[in-house]
């Protein structure tokens, strides 16, 4: 790599992401104008001299990927989308030709529909490699690239072609992501797998919102990263260009640890009165204050988007040409590679168009008709190994709950993932549940299947990533197990409550709580088909038996959400009896004992909400019929929601109150969850609805 010379172009360049930043914000009137002001040079020097990115081209999956975990810096990342001419690209992956982010996106920052929201938002625009604002979540979507970066490059790897996969990953981050918990166990994890493709680089400005860090943050944060297992070096003037690409460089040289770049910058640096303030941190810094930054840049100061002649050209001549020759280089070897290898370029293929290979389900097993049963998690343990032994792409493991969780990948080749065997399968995330969810954000954003689990309750330690991994549309799968106070002797700070009626509160998340081994089947196969969207398994610890499906409906209703599992003769019941997951079996009993007394009950089994929602209204109503309004529901969890289904005259038997710890045969007493009481309510239903 060249010596980094410095140029009056660079300056300018510099200058400019500078200036459209600042005036974005005060045209919005609203924004982050200062850390993009004192990261610009960062940015700059980063994307002109060493990222391996061609704007032509912004999906190439050999690119480094560029991730800006401070979010709230926006501009920094819309200035160098719209500098660079980087090209938008459909959700069908392909490039349409037009720019990313035109300068009239720049100037409608923050208003509706621009390509300019007011934080980064991955599949509305391009170049944007993953959704940040949340602070530190970035930053451990960058560990979870790295990591699928590494897997990617050994699964791939063939003699000839030991390099086929290389890029490298590059983090921003500011105080706020240093500050947040998860930055911590990312990093700690990263710095055990030894990720050498991955570089963070932290914005030392020692501005936050509420003032000087002197307030809250006085780490070591060096010594920190360097106890994590990082190489750490630093750069003590932001505008430094020659330190900076001598800091890239040392990355590059670094095999086998990943690096932080520790830069001392100026927060709004060139702006007077508001340069090292938290004022410049979240507000525009007004009209008197940009002009007076301009003249410090030497820039006119009454223009307002400037882009000086030569800019567009030097960061063509720059990262422009030198990122389409590494895409055309790397498009010529796959040629090659395809040649010698097509089965393994076809891989390669689907897993970055995100389709499943042939035959992908054809080893899901069937499971027998048993009284005494299966837990749930057991059922899914053999689906989703039957469904990984065909998807040589889909790997995952658990924040140290694998054994409890049933989610080790245990045939032949498998493997565990380490630094030494970063083709293995098997994932380790230690118990760091928040980074364990942003990190499989990070692998499905460089497309390989992931998948992660823990216990139901710890679920809310990850949802922020749950969350982002929703607004993203990405399809990471979650297994959630432990699901209910079924738990029971470890009593109520292991028995979720609240965590199913808060997962279906994310929009997008298909939630899907199967109530045996066969509906656990179905579940899994209708998640491997959504391509765009996260879902979450809720699995019992606990046996439940498995259903006679020659007695009951088949359980393709899975896919539909809700489906009828068992009716009356004439197919017109007078009470629905709806439920989920455990309760089904409840439900079942209270049905065969309402049927022996004469009375017309259907069991609806409802796996899941968010897929029985999608059903055309018809089908949504052939099951649950709009004129039957006796209805009970009976989950093992919040009561939060049913009266969606159960309508405001239905009964939810459910859990108001946090758990106990006892065995489950008393626990069930102690919350009602009986054939009795599911008995008496439907009886109590209908006695109602006959006298309205
Ligand atoms: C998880 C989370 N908590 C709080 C915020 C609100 N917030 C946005 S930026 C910020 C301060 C960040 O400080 P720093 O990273 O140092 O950015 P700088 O002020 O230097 O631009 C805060 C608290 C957030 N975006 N995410
Ligand atoms: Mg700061």
Known sequence: MSIAV?????????NTIRTLSMDAVQAANSGHPGAPMGLAPVAYCLWQKFLRFDPQDPIWPNRDRFVLSAGHASMLLYSLLHLTGVKAVSKEYEALGEPSVPLDAVKKFRQLDSRCPGHPEYRWTSGVETTTGPLGQGLANSVGM???????????????????????????????????GISAEAASLAGHLKLANLCWIYDNNHVTIE????????????????????????????????????????????????????????IAYGAPNKQDTSGAHGEPLGEDEIRLAKRHYGWPEEAKFLVPEGVYEHFRDGMGKRGKELRDAWFARVQEYRAQYPELADEFYRLHHR???????????KFAADAKGMATRDASGKVLNAIATNVPWMM??????????????????????????PGGRNLHFGIREHAMGAVLNGMALVKVRAFGSTFLIFSDYAKPAIRLSALMELPVIYVFTHDSIGVGEDGPTHQPVEQVAALRGIPGLSVLRPADAVETAEAWRAVMKLHHQPAALVLTRQAVPIFDRTKYASADGVARGAYVLADTADGKPDVLLLATGSEVALALEAFENLTADGVKARVVSMPSWELFDDQPAEYREGVLPPTVRARVSVEQASTFGWSKYVGDTGHSIGMRSFGASAPLKHLVQKFGFTVGAVVEAAQEQIRRAKRR
Request: hydrophobic share 40%; with cysteine; glycine share 10%.
């Open 6 to 14: 410095r140029t009056d172009l660079d300056q300018l360049c510099v």
């Open 146 to 180: 790295a990591l699928a970066g590494r897997w990617q490059a050994a699964h791939y790897a063939r003699p000839g072609f030991a390099d086929l996969i290389d890029f490298n990953v590059y983090a921003v981050c500011g105080d706020g992501c240093m500050m947040e």
């Open 211 to 266: 003032g000087n860090t002197a307030l809250t943050f006085t780490d070591d944060v060096a010594t920190r990263f360097i106890g994590h297992g990082w190489n750490v070096t630093r750069v003590g003037d932001a505008n430094d260009l020659e330190m900076l690409a001598r800091a890239f460089r040392t990355f590059l040289a670094t095999r086998d640890r990943p690096t932080l770049i520790i830069v001392d910058s100026h």
């Open 355 to 365: 389709q499943l290979p042939e035959g992908w389900d054809r080893d899901i097993p």
């Open 396 to 421: 995952g493991g658990s924040a140290d709950l694998g054994p409890s969780c049933k989610t080790r990948l245990t045939f032949d080749g498998a493997g565990e993932f380490s630094a030494e065997n």
